[in-house]
């Protein structure tokens, strides 16, 4: 059988956002979220699920080099933090007056937008 195509998924987290790890081996770190990619439902955090890769030389005479970066983590496995309350939250949307649409942390009603 043939797999499904993959859906692009609404995401909570936003480019710029600061999130704290809930699960996996960076459990506990916080970063800022660098990537999102809504089609796999994963986002790219700073300094967060490191990964080493080797490159090959570009040119000859160049010698290859050892590159840390960060690889993508799945969306449910980190949470929006609050810098000023040092505490995770989830993200509710609420509309203003105006029928705009804002982000709030549930425990702390902070507004993201």
């Known amino acids: 059988m043939a797999t499904a195509s993959p859906t692009r998924t609404k995401m909570r987290i936003r480019k710029g956002d600061t999130v704290q790890v809930i ?7 916080t ?3 660098l990537r999102t990619l809504p089609w796999e439902n994963r986002v790219v955090v700073q300094g967060v699920n490191l990964r080493t890769r080797h490159v090959k030389p ?5 010698s290859g080099r050892i590159v840390t970066e ?16 040092k505490v995770a ?4 949307i609420v509309v ?3 029928g705009n649409k804002k982000r ?9 937008d």
């Not at 570009?58 to 160049?62: D, I, V």
């Not at 939250?89 to 509710?92: F, L, P, Q």
């Open 104 to 112: 709030k942390l549930k425990k702390t009603g902070e507004l993201l």
């Open 70 to 85: 960060e690889a993508s983590l799945h969306a449910s496995n980190v949470m929006v933090y609050s810098t000023d309350k």
């Open 31 to 33: 970063g800022e979220v």
């Open 23 to 29: 699960a996996g081996k960076d459990k506990g770190k």
């Open 58 to 62: 570009a040119q000859e005479g160049e």
């Open 96 to 98: 203003d007056k105006d």
């Open 89 to 92: 939250s989830r993200v509710e």
